[in-house]
């Protein structure tokens, strides 16, 4: 079958919202895949969630009957560690708002989690999702911050998609601490160009031979729109269609589910 979009060989997919809703899936993940693989395209899932790690992800797709290598899994924990090694490459310690997920994925690349706010050993304030959240924690990242450690949150997104809606999500609690410290982030995943870049590396492949498949506008397609990725936005996550149509940079494609993108395109 032919393709609409020319030359391309990678489905990168967005998780939270496109697959599923916290456990709940959205759509049939595994005729998902199952379409994905017949049409010969490889695929990578990026997600901006930190608090679990790629393992976890594993065994979460394997309860829907499909296997991926550690490589087709981004987490925005995951391009943090990466982003870090290249600027302190012997690691060492930093101070972690955020979860399980967040500090297992540091420690792999030799970030080791400061309980403590000394501002002699610390390398950088890493914020992520923190459902145990305190306000010790957001004390203590602003002080380190504003001392002159550097910020860096794992992505922007003020909310997450859950069952029963949504709920505050890492960009909420960066931006406590961005206005307790007058002090702006760096923000590693969607939509900044790293994580991307993270994925047409992995990918082996140019921006226009990928599509970006995702729920978000701010964060999946602005930031694949802006690498020159081409866009799929499902409207089984955050956003609706009447946003979606007053978007100043419409998305490639516009479906109700990932599914209904991948029959837009072939």
Request: proline share 4%; charged share 20%; with cysteine.
């Amino acid at each position: 079958m032919i393709t609409k979009i020319p030359g391309i060989k990678t489905v990168f997919l967005d998780m939270d919202g496109v697959l599923w809703r916290s456990d709940e899936p959205v759509l049939d993940i595994r005729e998902l895949f199952d379409r994905i693989k017949n049409e010969g395209l490889n695929v990578y899932c990026i997600t901006n969630n930190s608090a679990r790690t790629v393992e976890y992800y594993q065994e979460k797709f394997e309860t829907f009957s499909v296997v991926l290598n550690r490589d087709q899994i981004i987490t925005s924990a995951e391009a943090v560690s990466m982003f870090l090694i290249k600027k302190f490459h012997k690691g060492g310690y930093v101070y972690i708002v955020g979860e399980e997920g967040l500090v297992v994925t540091l420690h792999r690349k030799k970030f080791i989690q400061a309980l403590e706010p000394d501002l002699n050993n610390i390398l950088a304030v890493v914020v992520g999702l923190d459902r145990n959240l305190t306000y010790k924690k957001l004390a203590d990242a602003t002080h380190l911050v504003t001392n002159g450690v550097p910020l860096i949150g794992t992505n922007p997104d003020k909310s997450l998609p859950i069952p029963t809606g949504v709920a505050p999500g890492a960009g909420s609690i960066i931006s406590a601490i961005e206005t307790a410290s007058g002090i702006q982030a760096t923000i590693i995943g969607k939509p900044e160009r790293f994580v991307f870049q993270l994925a047409l590396d992995r990918a082996n492949c140019l921006p226009e031979q990928a599509i970006m498949i995702g729920d978000r506008l701010d964060t999946d397609i602005l930031g694949a729109q802006d690498i020159g990725i081409q866009t799929g936005l499902v409207l089984s996550g955050v956003t609706t269609k009447s946003l979606a149509e007053s978007w100043d940079r419409a998305p490639t494609y516009i479906a109700e589910n990932a599914i209904g993108i991948l029959e837009d395109i072939f």
